[in-house]
C-alpha cells in the first residue's frame, strides 16, 4: 500500500522520496537564488533576516521533517501579531514554494498555517491641526523637510517610495512612480491635489538626506505623535471622506481593490475634517 506521506508520485505512479537537506543549507541555496533576481537591496535583506529566524529556530532540522504544527508553534512562541506573522509569511512562503519544487520537501507547511486573529488596533492618523502645526514648524526650523512630510501627507506615497523620488518624477500632470521606485514594481501617476502643489511649490530636499534626525527633530518640536505608517493613514482617511469613494481612493494609494483600504489604510474621519486637512496650506501653516 502507498504512503502518501512518504513522498510524491513520479510520472510511472511510484512514490518519490524527498531530496534530503537541511534547513540551513536549503536557505542558503535559495539566498544565492534571489541575488541574481535584481530584488531591492531593502527586500533581499528582509527575505534574509526572516530565513535567518526561521533557520535558527529549526536548527538541525531536515527540510521535509518542518511541519504546519511547527511553523504555528514558532509564530506563537514569538508573540507576534497578525502583521507580523502576514510579514514573515509573505517572506518564507516562496522558499518553501521552492524546496517543493526542488523536492526538498513534499508540501508546503506554510499554506495551511493558522494565522492569529488581526490586530485590532485602529490606523493612527494626524489631526489636522497637528498636520498644521507639523508643517508649520517645518516651514520654520527645516523648510527644504516639506516635500517628503506634504507627499506623504497629501499625496498617500509611501515613504520608501518618496526616498526614491526626485523633483524630475513630478510634473504637471502628477507624480509619476516608474516601476523601479514603487513598492509592488508597478508604475503609477499619483494625482496632486491643490493644496499639495502649493506646498511643492516652495521646493526642498528630494530626495532627502538624514531624514530619521530630521523627522524626529520636527516632530518633537512640534509636539505630535507619530505613529506606524501615520502619513499614508492619514491621506487614504481624509481623502475617502473628502471625495467619497472607495475606488478612487484606493487607486490613488495603488491597491488593486478596496479591500486593503478597509482592512489597514483608513480611519473614520469626518466630512468636516476632511475640508480643514485639505485646506492645509502654506499661508496657513503660519497663521498663529
Same mark, same amino acid.
Given at each position: 500500500? +502507498? ?18 537537506? $537541511? ?26 533576516? @526572516?530565513?535567518?529566524?526561521? @533557520? ?11 511541519? $504546519? ?85 497629501? @499625496? ?12 524630475? &518624477?513630478? $510634473? ?16 503609477? +501617476? ?14 526642498? &530636499? +528630494? ?29 487614504? @482617511? ?51
Amino acid at each position: 500500500m +502507498l504512503n502518501y506521506q512518504s513522498g510524491t508520485l513520479d510520472l510511472f505512479g511510484h512514490d518519490q522520496m524527498p531530496n534530503y537537506i $537541511t534547513l540551513t543549507e536549503a536557505v542558503c541555496r535559495y539566498v544565492d537564488v534571489k541575488k541574481g533576481q535584481n530584488l531591492r537591496t531593502s527586500s533581499f535583506a528582509q527575505i534574509k533576516l @526572516s530565513l535567518r529566524q526561521l @533557520s535558527t529556530n529549526f536548527k538541525g532540522k531536515q527540510c521535509h521533517e518542518i511541519s $504546519t504544527t511547527m511553523i504555528e508553534g514558532w509564530f506563537r512562541n514569538r508573540g507576534w501579531k497578525r502583521s507580523t506573522v502576514d510579514g514573515v509569511i509573505a517572506k518564507i512562503g516562496p522558499f518553501f514554494t521552492w524546496c517543493l519544487r526542488e523536492n526538498y520537501i513534499t508540501a508546503n507547511p506554510v499554506k495551511s498555517v493558522m494565522r492569529p486573529k488581526r490586530d485590532e488596533c485602529e490606523p493612527c492618523v494626524f489631526a489636522p491641526d497637528e498636520v498644521a502645526r507639523l508643517l508649520s514648524v517645518s516651514t520654520e526650523k527645516d523648510p527644504k523637510l516639506l516635500p517628503y512630510l506634504t507627499l506623504g501627507l497629501f @499625496s498617500g506615497i509611501r515613504p520608501e517610495e518618496i526616498m526614491r523620488l526626485n523633483w524630475g &518624477d513630478i $510634473t504637471e500632470h502628477g507624480i509619476n512612480i516608474s516601476g523601479h521606485k514603487a513598492k509592488t514594481r508597478q508604475r503609477r +501617476l499619483v494625482t496632486i491635489a491643490d493644496n499639495l502643489a502649493a506646498w511643492l511649490k516652495l521646493g526642498g &530636499d +528630494l530626495p532627502l538626506h538624514n531624514r530619521q534626525k530630521r523627522l524626529e527633530a520636527t516632530r518633537r518640536t512640534a509636539g505630535v505623535a507619530w505613529g506606524h505608517d501615520i502619513m499614508r493613514h492619514s491621506y487614504a @482617511s481624509y481623502h475617502l471622506a473628502y471625495h467619497g469613494s472607495p475606488d478612487r481612493t484606493a487607486h490613488e494609494l495603488g491597491h488593486r481593490d478596496t479591500q486593503m483600504l478597509y482592512r489597514h489604510y483608513r480611519q473614520l474621519v469626518t466630512r468636516e475634517a476632511a475640508e480643514t486637512f485639505w485646506a492645509i496650506r502654506p499661508q496657513l501653516s503660519n497663521k498663529d
